[in-house]
């Protein structure tokens, strides 16, 4: 069952890629109608969603990963400049949590594509 959805998500993961690619869009830049009083209890949110979104890209390991993941770390920092301007906090430690996420999204599905190779 457990590789039956990894098999799914192998095969699709430019849908999955640019699905979550549009919900983090959407969610990252949808204007508040009010700042919340707690900058920074977001960052496991921002770690979560970018890991979310570059997990298929190190399970699938396309032949321009790197430049998708340098295109998604631009994007985040593109995405914190915009903030202010819809009511949002801009700060720099989503940026580090985003890029984080990157890196372990990017990790995780490494590990799993070896993983799963092997069975």
Known sequence: MLKKTIF????NWKIYTIL??????FLSLYPLKEQHN??????I????????LTIVIGLRKP??????IVFFSFYSGLIEIIQPFV???SEIEDFIFNNLGILIGLSFGIMLNKLFNKI
Do not use: C, M, Q, V
């Open 63 to 68: 032949s321009n990963y790197l430049l998708l």
């Open 8 to 11: 799914f998500f192998y095969e």
């Open 20 to 25: 979550i690619f549009l919900i983090i869009t």
């Open 45 to 52: 949110y921002h770690l979560i969603a970018y890991s979310a």
């Open 87 to 89: 009511n949002r906090f």
């Open 38 to 43: 707690i900058p920074g209890s977001d960052k």
